[in-house]
């Protein structure tokens, strides 16, 4: 259990008064649009300094027909939706509350690290001589690696122990002063590439989204200490879409306005980078926690939520020349799919990797559009392709990630 003074520290969800403004800025938004939003004229609409598109002309003329065909002032349509966005607004402080009150607290033992460097460690799961792989899991450099050993019973890394394979999991920890510094070539060609050189023997790398771009990079470059590679909802073209292009075009666009932030402390803070998160679903969080207002607090499902959130919101900030590299380069020119992505100087060249692969693409992803990571499958010259029934954070440590993404893992791994 968590003790009392515990609950207080969760800030979640992050940034807090994001998350509320969007909260409440959608229910402004959609009176706004119907022209339904008293002004102090008392007019029914802000059509005087507030402009509205055609589209919403057309829907505020909609419904002031409807309302005038039966009958209904428009004063009362407009009184009852302000008292449905009013039920909306007290069940996302109701579900904010919940969540910050919930006494679920993590309570899984570190198994024990038999390498560290700096802030990085790896995580053995399993004892020496493990009848199953070697299989090493690099996760994302903006997030605790803690995703991939969640709770009891949600954890990818111990049931993969449990089926014969001996799991490490790379930590990558808190940027120290010396990590501040480091680019994707110092993570890659330098740190990941000497946690390689100190395991015993080739191994199975497996990368989980950013994680994924990580580990094939060095595998390309030590192809003698990775026998075949996992990608797990790994992004390789960042414009697979008009609509996905724009996006991450706007997200490179930030850099400048960041930059003030990035020099200050070395690193992109934690709470811009979940800024950057909320853009991908504005609204989603604030729906989320409605919906856990209503779950039983006592409940398997209520704990899962309050595990993920916990590790959502203790994020990890993103070295400046990471942050720059990610934000202008994969997110902006879309460096990986145009071939212009390198590392130590060289290409990274999926189709230049002779080992086995396994590619798994969750359907219902919103951080890595199923496309984008599709893309990478298809340059790949040997790959396996599981196309998992999940979103992105479901598959790895969901409700029904054993069947979406744990055990066509294994057997791909077994298949070995």
């Known amino acids: 259990m968590m003790a009392p003074e515990a609950r207080h520290r969760r800030r979640g969800p992050r940034p807090l008064p994001l998350?509320?403004?969007?909260?409440?800025?959608?229910?402004?938004?959609?009176?706004?649009?119907?022209?339904?939003?008293?002004?102090?004229?008392?007019?029914?609409?802000?059509?005087?300094?507030w402009p509205i598109s055609k589209p919403a002309q057309a829907e505020m003329a909609r419904i002031a027909a409807a309302l005038a065909a039966g009958g209904h002032p428009p004063e009362a349509f407009r009184a009852a939706v302000i008292r449905r966005l009013l039920r909306a607004d007290r069940a996302l402080l109701a579900g904010i509350a919940a969540y910050r009150r919930h006494p679920f607290a993590r309570d899984l033992p570190d198994p024990p690290a038999i390498w560290g460097e700096g802030e990085a460690r790896i995580l053995d799961y399993q004892a020496p001589g493990a009848p199953?792989?070697?299989?090493?899991?690099?996760?994302?450099?903006?997030?605790?690696?803690?995703?991939?050993?969640?709770?009891?019973?949600?954890?990818?890394?111990?049931?993969?122990?449990?089926?014969?394979?001996?799991p490490l999991l790379l930590d990558w920890g808190w940027p120290g002063a010396a990590e501040r510094d480091f680019s994707l070539t110092d993570y890659i060609a330098g740190r990941l590439e000497r946690a390689?050189?100190?395991?015993?023997?080739?191994?199975?790398?497996?990368?989980?989204?950013?994680?994924?771009?990580?580990?094939?990079?060095?595998?390309?470059?030590?192809?003698?200490?990775?026998?075949?590679?996992?990608?797990?909802?790994?992004?390789?073209?960042?414009?697979?879409?008009?609509?996905?292009?724009?996006?991450?075009?706007?997200?490179?666009a930030l850099l400048p306005?960041?930059?003030?932030?990035?020099?200050?402390?070395?690193?992109?803070?934690?709470?811009?980078?979940?800024?950057?998160?909320?853009?991908?679903?504005?609204?989603?969080?604030?729906?989320?926690?409605r919906a856990f207002a209503r779950l039983d607090p006592a409940s398997d499902r209520a704990a899962q939520f309050v595990a993920l959130e916990d590790w959502l919101n203790d994020g990890v900030p993103l070295a400046a020349p990471v942050a720059r590299?990610?934000?202008?380069?994969?997110?902006?020119?879309?460096?990986?799919?145009?071939?212009?992505?390198?590392?130590?100087?060289?290409?990274?060249?999926?189709g230049a990797l002779a080992m086995p692969a396994f590619c798994a693409i969750p359907h219902r992803d919103r951080i890595v559009p199923p496309d984008s990571a599709r893309a990478l499958a298809a340059r790949l010259r040997h790959a396996t392709v599981h196309e998992a029934a999940a979103g992105h954070i479901g598959m790895a440590a969901g409700g029904q990630a054993e069947l979406a993404l744990w055990r066509p893992l294994l057997d791909w791994l077994r298949g070995l």
């Open 196 to 252: 390689l050189m100190a395991l015993p023997g080739p191994v199975v790398l497996v990368g989980y989204c950013m994680g994924g771009l990580l580990a094939l990079a060095a595998a390309l470059r030590r192809p003698d200490r990775v026998r075949a590679i996992g990608l797990l909802a790994t992004p390789w073209d960042f414009h697979p879409t008009p609509a996905d292009a724009g996006r991450a075009r706007a997200a490179a």
């Open 257 to 289: 306005g960041l930059e003030p932030l990035m020099q200050a402390t070395g690193t992109l803070p934690v709470d811009a980078i979940q800024t950057l998160f909320a853009g991908l679903d504005p609204f989603g969080i604030p729906q989320k926690f």
């Open 325 to 350: 590299e990610a934000l202008g380069g994969w997110y902006g020119a879309n460096t990986p799919m145009r071939g212009a992505w390198r590392v130590a100087g060289a290409v990274v060249d999926p």
């Open 132 to 166: 199953g792989p070697l299989a090493l899991f690099v996760p994302s450099l903006v997030n605790r690696a803690q995703v991939l050993d969640l709770m009891r019973g949600r954890s990818m890394m111990r049931f993969l122990a449990g089926q014969g394979v001996r």
């Open 19 to 49: 998350h509320l403004m969007l909260g409440l800025g959608r229910g402004m938004a959609a009176i706004g649009s119907t022209g339904l939003m008293p002004s102090p004229s008392g007019s029914p609409g802000w059509n005087g300094g």
